[in-house]
């Protein structure tokens, strides 16, 4: 794969869903380049498809027609199996309801990406683990089970198993939406850190106080994106809140 | 009026309250319960019918079987000589009373109507020992039992009916058996047994003191235990008499008592007929009570895990409620109202089922039991109070169990209930697993039994059908022909013969006490080899014709047959089979050997000729070495019955009753009856093999259904329990195969413990019925491996149609809505 071009090339990208009486055009033509480093944030109402595109971009969908390159390599094609392989290298998935396995111990679910890389000892998966969960300050709560933990703590383990693989881009599905102000600020704060120490992040969210923290907004409307825009400098630091 | 879409509510209609009681009760479960409980309660009806019910006499448990046995030789049956029931029958402060029977049969002649009859010579004192009050009249007089003792009759129910038109007048009324006349003294009621088959008529046994002093032993005899004497107390007692009665006899024969292991001791009548009855293996039984124990065990397993698979729903549904305003004892009351109709539709299904398979059972059983005679049988195996009281009593025990289970896992303090569906949360998942997985283990190891045992029994019904016979039963028939008490087998024989040459399409004719496979005739022995320490052997002795051999074309292996001369010399040679030439000699080239088969005072008899194994029966008995062939004027031995065969043309087979009543014809005084194709015998003997196959069969495929339900329903809703947790391992890049792979993981662990536990169990079980199954070695490879491979592609069949429903999941939904 390409590592220096973009992390991301959409092209025409179309999502129809069909059902025996109606079809759904839940995206249109969508066009997208994400360079790396970038931190976008998809914003928009309910059912614009901003859910859709995430999971087309995480390759948990198949779009209907266009073209979608994941540094520089066309995926569109690919079938489950290879899709299951640059997801796991490529793609780190931050969700809204954290999306912990309950039954698996903290430090189990972040090494999850690496079990399914197949080649890597455990020892070494275990120090990576114990490295990205002091990262994101959870490393005292290594044997604890998710159902032990506060949701803001919760997503930041969910936030440790997406950067555990060292993936070329996070998709975070409003990874604020079931946590308090207090711990959703801290969590933005997670990403916006990552983000200064070169993550590429892509995240869906319909708050727009918590959209201040990306440098380039799309917005989408009925499958569209409408508007694609650079933030100001000033607004990441402003402390914009919401209107 | 407002119509309400929920029962239990106040306004709702009451077939509303049934129809929607029945909706939200799942009704797999309802239709594997009346299933499991209508096959299981016929079961248990037919081990009622055996077992428990008491048999129909007076205080049942008083009555005991008097046996004399010989073990190390193989005679074990129910049987006493004369002399020692002479001994017996005044000699024991234990027994109040005793009486003996014996088979007898044959044409009799009422009102001048000439009747083929079965029946019994009875003492007179086992009418009062089994002390069944007759319907009219009375029974046989003390006095009709001693020499010159009036000749009275007592008749059956059946016999009674079609002869003397079931009247009173009958009382009173003679009728010609044997050169004799008997006068009807009593009638006893329908329900009437006495051990023995024929049902007819009873006629006194008259005991003179010669055959008081008889020794062989080949009567039965029923005694009744004196009040507060158990069976224990008794067997002592007899223990002491053995005693006794060997230190009367003179050295040379105690010591052939002990050599011959020589016992005798009283039995249950109960366990005796049981033995009778099922041919000495009671482990059917076991078999049934087992099989009958596993179906509801695999449904009630199954039920459960429906239950809990259905419990989230319920709870959701019950907050809804809750939130709409429902008391609790509205809830109370729909389940209430959902318990009732759900437990009357099992009991009802269950009920139909049962009546269906009583009925099923009692006709194979009674065909498989009886073989082709038709003879009345002791125990009553039909749908009543039993299978009513099993029926609602297990339903009612099963329902409301599981119901409460389903109210107590949809309540949402429970604690069981959150352990078990919130256990995820709190690092408890494992344990609910582990729970599911063990039900799911359960039912497997239950199919693996039943159907391994199955295949075991099927692959024995194979053999029994492929055996070797030994002899040519195609176009053989074979008639019973009872001859008059003073009529020798050879006399009739002779007498027969040209008239037999004559009859149309018959190519060859033979008389023979015995016919293999007819169960209704058996004459059994005990001879002393010929050498050193002349060891009693236990064997079948028989009678025959000259054409015997060549008409059922039983080959010679060494030797000849009999000759004109022999048999009309009363000539001492006999034709042993190769097993007992053997054993005897050591060799099959036995011809020429002589030896005194029935004790150093008997004749010397001359072995002439040896001939290849017969089977005699649909299974080998163990306990016997052999046979032994004797012309019909051998000396020593009367028969009063014998076995005509023929072998006919192919085109003489539809002409078998006029054949018949050419023999009849052609010796007046004489019955033939029970006229069969020998074809048609073996099928018959085998009908209990095929019967406790079939049966097994049926329950194993319902098992088996059952489990592929209880897997798919188990891997359905593990799978779906898991399609949140599937969806992340999606996410972070866990590949289908994986997916599958952990999935199938559920499949797996249930198939490797309830198969190994399975087999393990199925393996002792086969050791258990070894004494039922024909060729079939300790483990019988084939079928074991059959069983397995079919649970094990069941199993992974079931698990893989949810497993595959995995990859059709809608993975962003799913990691939209919520945590696993």
């Known amino acids: 794969m390409n590592a220096t071009g973009p992390v991301i090339e959409v092209k025409g990208l179309t999502k129809v869903y069909r059902t025996e009486e109606v079809e759904t055009h839940a995206l249109t033509g969508i066009e997208l380049t994400i360079d790396p480093g970038e931190y976008i944030v998809a914003m928009g109402p309910s059912g614009c498809g901003k859910t859709t595109l995430l999971s087309i971009l995480g390759l948990l969908e198949t779009p209907t027609a266009g073209e979608y390159r994941i540094t520089g390599t066309p995926v569109e094609t690919l079938n489950a199996a290879e899709r299951a392989r640059v997801r796991n290298r490529h793609i780190g998935f931050v969700f809204q309801a954290f999306n912990l396995i309950g039954d698996l111990t903290v430090e189990e679910n972040v090494e999850l990406p690496l079990v399914y890389r197949g080649s890597i000892p455990r020892a070494e998966r275990r120090d990576k683990v114990r490295t990205v969960l002091e990262e994101v300050g959870m490393g005292h709560r290594l044997r604890h089970y998710p159902g032990q933990l506060s949701g803001g703590q919760q997503q930041r383990v969910a936030i440790a198993r997406a950067l555990v693989g060292e993936p070329s881009i996070l998709l975070a599905d409003e990874p604020t939406g079931n946590l308090d102000s207090k711990s959703g600020e801290a969590v933005m704060e997670l990403l916006a850190a990552l983000h200064e120490k070169g993550a590429t992040l892509f995240m869906v969210t319909h708050d727009p106080h918590y959209a201040r923290f990306a440098r380039r907004i799309i917005r989408l409307m009925d499958g569209q994106i409408v508007d694609d825009a650079e933030t100001q400098e000033e607004s990441f630091s402003s402390g914009l809140t919401h209107p | 009026m407002p119509h309400s879409l929920h029962p239990g509510e106040p306004s709702s209609h009451s077939g509303s309250h049934i129809w929607h009681a029945l909706r939200s009760t799942s009704p797999a479960i309802i239709m594997m319960l009346a299933l499991a409980l209508g096959t299981s309660g016929a079961m248990f009806t037919v081990l009622d019918g055996f077992l428990w019910r008491p048999l129909p006499y007076p205080h049942p448990r008083q009555l005991v079987l008097i046996r004399e046995r010989l073990p190390r030789v193989g005679l074990m049956g129910h049987e006493v000589s004369f002399h020692a029931y002479a001994a017996l029958r005044k000699g024991t402060p234990f027994i109040r009373s005793g009486g003996t029977i014996d088979m007898t049969g044959g044409p009799l002649t009422v009102h001048g109507v000439r009747h083929v009859a079965f029946g019994g010579f009875a003492t007179p004192s086992l009418f009062r020992t089994l002390a069944v009050p007759p319907l009219l009249g009375h029974w046989l007089s003390p006095a009709s039992?001693?020499?010159?003792?009036?000749?009275?009759?007592?008749?059956?129910?059946?016999?009674?009916?079609?002869?003397?038109?079931?009247?009173?007048?009958?009382?009173?009324?003679?009728?010609?058996?044997?050169?004799?006349?008997?006068?009807?003294?009593?009638?006893?009621?329908?329900?009437?047994?006495?051990?023995?088959?024929?049902?007819?008529?009873?006629?006194?046994?008259?005991?003179?003191?010669?055959?008081?002093?008889?020794?062989?032993?080949?009567?039965?005899?029923?005694?009744?235990?004196?009040?507060?004497?158990?069976?224990?107390?008794?067997?002592?007692?007899?223990?002491?008499?053995?005693?006794?009665?060997?230190?009367?006899?003179?050295?040379?024969?105690?010591?052939?008592?002990?050599?011959?292991?020589?016992?005798?001791?009283?039995?249950?009548?109960?366990?005796?007929?049981?033995?009778?009855?099922?041919?000495?293996?009671?482990?059917?039984?076991?078999?049934?009570?087992?099989?009958?124990?596993?179906?509801?065990?695999?449904?009630?397993?199954?039920?459960?895990?429906?239950?809990?698979?259905?419990?989230?729903?319920?709870?959701?549904?019950?907050?809804?409620?809750?939130?709409?305003?429902?008391?609790?004892?509205?809830?109370?009351?729909?389940?209430?109202?959902?318990?009732?109709?759900?437990?009357?539709?099992?009991?009802?299904?269950?009920?139909?089922?049962?009546?269906?398979?009583?009925?099923?059972?009692?006709?194979?059983?009674?065909?498989?039991?009886?073989?082709?005679?038709?003879?009345?049988?002791?125990?009553?195996?039909?749908?009543?109070?039993?299978?009513?009281?099993?029926?609602?009593?297990?339903?009612?025990?099963?329902?409301?169990?599981?119901?409460?289970?389903?109210?107590?896992?949809?309540?949402?303090?429970?604690?069981?209930?959150?352990?078990?569906?919130?256990?995820?949360?709190?690092?408890?998942?494992?344990?609910?697993?582990?729970?599911?997985?063990?039900?799911?283990?359960?039912?497997?190891?239950?199919?693996?039994?039943?159907?391994?045992?199955?295949?075991?029994?099927?692959?024995?019904?194979?053999?029994?059908?492929?055996?070797?016979?030994?002899?040519?039963?195609?176009?053989?028939?074979?008639?019973?022909?009872?001859?008059?008490?003073?009529?020798?087998?050879?006399?009739?024989?002779?007498?027969?013969?040209?008239?037999?040459?004559?009859?149309?399409?018959?190519?060859?004719?033979?008389?023979?006490?015995?016919?293999?496979?007819?169960?209704?005739?058996?004459?059994?022995?005990?001879?002393?080899?010929?050498?050193?320490?002349?060891?009693?052997?236990?064997?079948?002795?028989?009678?025959?014709?000259?054409?015997?051999?060549?008409?059922?074309?039983?080959?010679?292996?060494?030797?000849?047959?009999?000759?004109?001369?022999?048999?009309?010399?009363?000539?001492?040679?006999?034709?042993?089979?190769?097993?007992?030439?053997?054993?005897?000699?050591?060799?099959?080239?036995?011809?020429?050997?002589?030896?005194?088969?029935?004790?150093?005072?008997?004749?010397?008899?001359?072995?002439?000729?040896?001939?290849?194994?017969?089977?005699?029966?649909?299974?080998?008995?163990?306990?016997?070495?052999?046979?032994?062939?004797?012309?019909?004027?051998?000396?020593?031995?009367?028969?009063?019955?014998?076995?005509?065969?023929?072998?006919?043309?192919?085109?003489?087979?539809?002409?078998?009753?006029?054949?018949?009543?050419?023999?009849?014809?052609?010796?007046?005084?004489?019955?033939?009856?029970?006229?069969?194709?020998?074809?048609?015998?073996?099928?018959?003997?085998?009908?209990?093999?095929?019967?406790?196959?079939?049966?097994?069969?049926?329950?194993?495929?319902?098992?088996?259904?059952?489990?592929?339900?209880?897997?798919?329903?188990?891997?359905?809703?593990?799978?779906?329990?898991?399609?949140?947790?599937?969806?992340?391992?999606?996410?972070?890049?866990?590949?289908?195969?994986?997916?599958?792979?952990?999935?199938?993981?559920?499949?797996?662990?249930?198939?490797?413990?309830?198969?190994?536990?399975?087999?393990?169990?199925?393996?002792?079980?086969?050791?258990?019925?070894?004494?039922?199954?024909?060729?079939?070695?300790?483990l019988d490879w084939p079928a074991d491996v059959l069983g397995i491979l079919i649970i094990v592609s069941t199993v992974l069949t079931a698990s893989w149609v949810p497993v595959r429903n995995i990859a059709q999941a809608d993975w962003s939904h799913l990691l939209k809505s919520g945590a696993a």
């Not at chain 2, 010159?148 to 079609?162: H, I, T």
């Not at chain 2, 866990?734 to 559920?746: D, G, I, K, Q, V």
């Open chain 2, 145 to 778: 039992g001693r020499p010159g003792g009036p000749e009275e009759a007592v008749l059956g129910y059946g016999f009674w009916k079609s002869a003397f038109a079931g009247s009173p007048a009958a009382i009173g009324e003679r009728f010609r058996f044997n050169g004799k006349r008997f006068r009807v003294v009593g009638v006893m009621p329908r329900s009437f047994f006495t051990i023995y088959p024929g049902a007819d008529f009873w006629i006194p046994r008259v005991l003179t003191p010669a055959r008081l002093r008889d020794h062989n032993i080949n009567h039965m005899m029923v005694a009744r235990l004196s009040p507060g004497t158990s069976p224990r107390e008794l067997n002592v007692w007899l223990e002491g008499y053995r005693n006794r009665s060997l230190a009367a006899e003179s050295p040379a024969q105690r010591l052939r008592a002990e050599q011959d292991g020589f016992t005798i001791d009283a039995e249950p009548l109960h366990k005796g007929l049981l033995k009778i009855f099922l041919g000495g293996k009671p482990v059917l039984l076991f078999l049934l009570a087992l099989i009958g124990l596993l179906l509801p065990l695999i449904a009630i397993v199954n039920s459960i895990n429906l239950t809990l698979v259905r419990s989230r729903r319920r709870a959701t549904h019950f907050a809804v409620r809750r939130a709409l305003g429902a008391t609790g004892m509205n809830l109370f009351q729909a389940m209430l109202v959902e318990s009732l109709v759900t437990l009357g539709a099992v009991i009802l299904g269950s009920l139909v089922i049962s009546d269906f398979g009583c009925s099923l059972f009692r006709t194979l059983i009674s065909s498989a039991l009886t073989g082709p005679v038709s003879v009345a049988l002791p125990f009553t195996i039909r749908f009543g109070e039993f299978s009513v009281i099993y029926g609602i009593g297990t339903a009612l025990l099963i329902v409301t169990t599981i119901q409460l289970m389903a109210l107590f896992f949809s309540g949402r303090e429970s604690r069981l209930g959150t352990l078990v569906h919130e256990a995820g949360e709190r690092g408890t998942a494992r344990a609910a697993r582990f729970m599911r997985r063990g039900f799911g283990a359960f039912q497997v190891l239950m199919a693996t039994v039943l159907v391994m045992v199955g295949l075991v029994i099927f692959q024995s019904l194979i053999n029994i059908l492929n055996r070797p016979l030994g002899f040519d039963p195609r176009n053989r028939v074979e008639t019973m022909v009872i001859m008059p008490h003073h009529i020798s087998m050879a006399h009739f024989w002779t007498e027969i013969t040209p008239a037999l040459q004559h009859l149309p399409g018959v190519r060859h004719a033979a008389l023979g006490f015995m016919v293999p496979f007819n169960n209704l005739m058996s004459s059994h022995s005990t001879i002393r080899s010929p050498t050193p320490p002349h060891e009693s052997l236990y064997v079948r002795a028989e009678k025959v014709s000259r054409a015997y051999f060549r008409t059922l074309r039983i080959p010679f292996v060494a030797g000849r047959n009999f000759t004109r001369a022999e048999e009309r010399d009363r000539a001492t040679v006999v034709i042993l089979s190769a097993r007992l030439a053997r054993r005897l000699f050591g060799t099959v080239e036995a011809v020429g050997h002589s030896f005194r088969p029935f004790g150093p005072r008997s004749p010397r008899a001359t072995v002439v000729g040896v001939v290849g194994k017969v089977s005699w029966r649909a299974t080998p008995a163990t306990n016997i070495v052999g046979m032994m062939y004797m012309p019909l004027t051998y000396p020593g031995y009367k028969f009063v019955a014998g076995n005509v065969i023929l072998r006919l043309s192919p085109g003489a087979l539809n002409h078998l009753r006029m054949i018949q009543r050419a023999l009849e014809g052609a010796a007046p005084g004489v019955a033939a009856t029970h006229l069969i194709r020998l074809e048609t015998l073996i099928r018959a003997s085998d009908r209990l093999f095929l019967g406790i196959t079939e049966i097994t069969s049926v329950f194993a495929l319902v098992a088996l259904f059952l489990t592929i339900f209880g897997v798919y329903a188990l891997t359905a809703q593990t799978s779906l329990n898991r399609r949140q947790e599937y969806a992340i391992r999606t996410a972070v890049g866990a590949s289908p195969t994986s997916l599958n792979r952990m999935a199938f993981a559920e499949g797996y662990w249930m198939l490797a413990l309830g198969l190994s536990l399975g087999v393990t169990l199925a393996l002792f079980l086969t050791h258990l019925l070894e004494g039922v199954l024909y060729g079939i070695p300790g």
